[in-house]
């Protein structure tokens, strides 16, 4: 977890990949006094849709921003 500080803001960048990592995050989002947190979410490899939707730290952000590679999408 690495956490970079701005003159207005800080920034968190974490590779999470598994549940536990995102539980992680959830517990320390959850101690920070904010008022927006967004989060940008990139769902690399072959992530299960159900997978993605059930990232917990989903709920505690106000706007979520998801990326993926279009080259990998099945039709």
Known sequence: MN????????VLIDFAHN???Y???EDFLQSV???K?????AGVGDRRDED???VPI???VCLIILSF???NICA
Do not use: H, Q, Y
């Not at 947190?37 to 979410?41: M, N």
């Open 3 to 10: 956490i970079f500080e701005f003159k207005k803001f800080k």
């Open 19 to 21: 549940p536990a990592g």
């Open 23 to 25: 539980k992680g995050i």
């Open 33 to 35: 006094e904010a008022t």
């Open 37 to 41: 947190k967004i989060g940008i979410i």
């Open 52 to 54: 993605i939707r059930n």
């Open 58 to 60: 989903l709920r505690l």
């Open 69 to 71: 590679d279009k080259k």
